[in-house]
């Protein structure tokens, strides 16, 4: 984990890192940054001797999306020996889906699937793939609900995308039903108020 030198604000509306602290509107939602404060935000590094393994995130760099915590960098560098190292930069997940004690109130479950597909259908509006969906790759702060851990994911041709991307929508639906039920699987005697 490690601290950004340089301070960007924070969307109060919608949560997206504004970048630059000069910047008078958030790029996502437009709302004003006048009462936004600068912060100095912490970022997790991922290294390895091999480029292949972080080869599915450096190809998502350069996307961005509110719901979706993407890598923001890739680069190698050499620090010591003649022995290359990879690294990815990611923001740093808050709090994951996972350790969540279920089931969460219906609209609450409801708004962070809202996010979640919104963040989901950006991906897959690109190509991505994200792969196996559960709890894990889930980070909630607050209201706001985002993608994360992105070494699953994978670009996906046209041909094959309508297949794929329905399991994950299907998988996602899933989800919100375990969050708000407590159940993992569809059951009629279930009655969601």
């Known amino acids: 984990i490690v601290e950004s030198l340089s301070p960007v604000l924070n969307c109060a509306r919608c949560g997206t890192d504004a970048g630059d602290p000069r ?15 600068t912060f100095y935000p912490h970022y997790h590094i991922k290294e390895s001797q091999n480029e292949q393994d972080l080869s599915a995130e450096r190809q998502l760099v350069g996307l961005s999306h509110p719901n979706a915590l993407l890598p923001r960098q890739a680069f190698a560098e050499t620090p010591f020996g003649d022995l290359a190292r990879h690294y990815i930069v ?20 409801i708004e ?15 190509g991505v793939s994200l792969g196996p969906i559960d709890l894990w790759r ?12 992105f070494s699953p994911c994978e670009m996906i041709a046209e041909s094959e995308q309508a297949a794929r991307f329905g399991q ?8 919100a039903f375990y969050l708000i ?3 993992r699987h569809y059951d009629e005697s279930i009655v969601i108020s």
């Open 181 to 183: 039920t407590g159940k």
């Open 23 to 37: 910047q008078k509107k958030c790029q996502n939602c437009g709302a004003s940054l006048s009462e936004s404060v």
């Open 90 to 109: 990611e923001p740093e997940a808050p709090h994951l889906a996972a350790t969540l004690r279920v089931p969460q109130e219906l609209t609450q479950a």
């Open 168 to 175: 994950e929508v299907r998988a996602l639906a899933e989800i």
């Open 112 to 126: 962070w699937t809202q996010h979640l597909a919104q963040g989901m259908a950006y991906l897959h509006n690109n």
């Open 138 to 149: 889930i980070a909630l702060d607050g209201p706001q609900a985002r993608w994360v851990d």
